[in-house]
């Protein structure tokens, strides 16, 4: 009985880890694919994106005007053991009713915190390219109070539009350029490749560790 079951587990594990080496094989793919985007020509966002997927890791390009007043500060955003914020600037596309997120750079918390630095927005049209990605889908909330003004704890999409009533497309654009005081955000693609890979290990050693334990207790039978 305990041959069969010792058994058992060590097929079962063995082909999860096979599943995941086969899992990342395939993200691996994905992986390939997105990095090659980042490499195509530039697309130009002139009204409503039906679904992101298209644009992830694409360099987009928009022309219109900063919409100042819904200015957001993303908090407690490390930099190089520093806190501070991702300022996010909506610009109205032109010709457009819809706008875009704009993620402008990186500031570090002041004396004045929690208020946020003054980040100045410049006024009239403007142009901004970067790569356009997707905030997390999953995050941390420190408190209830996820919104304080113009501080937030985390962006996303949905809690933007309904906060503001704004019409936005479901990307934000990291901008290239970036104003003085500000520092680039930068994002690489990241299939989830190394996630697969340590879920295999995992596997492939418990398969290990139970057939050592089978043997282990057989040979102690057969003393």
């Known amino acids: 009985m305990t041959t069969v079951a010792a ?69 407690n955003q490390i930099r190089d053991g520093r806190a501070g914020f991702h300022v996010v600037t909506p ?24 208020r946020p630095p003054d980040v100045g927005v410049p006024q009239g049209r403007v142009e901004v390219s970067g790569i356009a990605t997707r905030p ?8 209830a109070d996820t919104i304080a003004g113009n501080v937030w704890q985390n962006l996303s999409i949905e809690r933007y539009r309904s906060h503001t009533g704004i019409a936005i497309l479901p990307v934000v654009v990291l901008q290239d350029s970036t104003a003085p005081g500000l520092s680039r955000v930068g994002e690489k693609p990241d299939a989830g490749i190394a996630k697969h890979q340590e ?25």
């Open 199 to 223: 879920y295999a290990l995992t596997w492939l050693a418990l398969a290990v560790t139970a057939m050592v334990l089978w043997i282990a207790l057989n040979l102690r039978r057969v003393a």
């Open 136 to 143: 997390p889908a999953r995050y941390l909330e420190l408190s």
């Open 91 to 114: 610009l109205r596309i032109g010709g457009s009713r819809d706008a875009v997120l704009v993620n402008r750079g990186w500031i570090a918390r002041s004396r004045a915190y929690p």
């Open 7 to 75: 058994a058992t587990f060590i097929a079962l594990t063995l082909w999860l880890a096979a599943w995941q080496v086969n899992r990342a094989g395939e993200k691996s793919q994905r992986q390939a694919l997105l990095e090659v985007r980042m490499a195509d020509p530039p697309v130009h966002l002139t009204g409503p994106v039906s679904s992101p997927d298209s644009l992830m890791y694409r360099r987009v390009k928009a022309s219109g005007e900063w919409i100042a007043e819904r200015q957001v500060f993303i908090d």
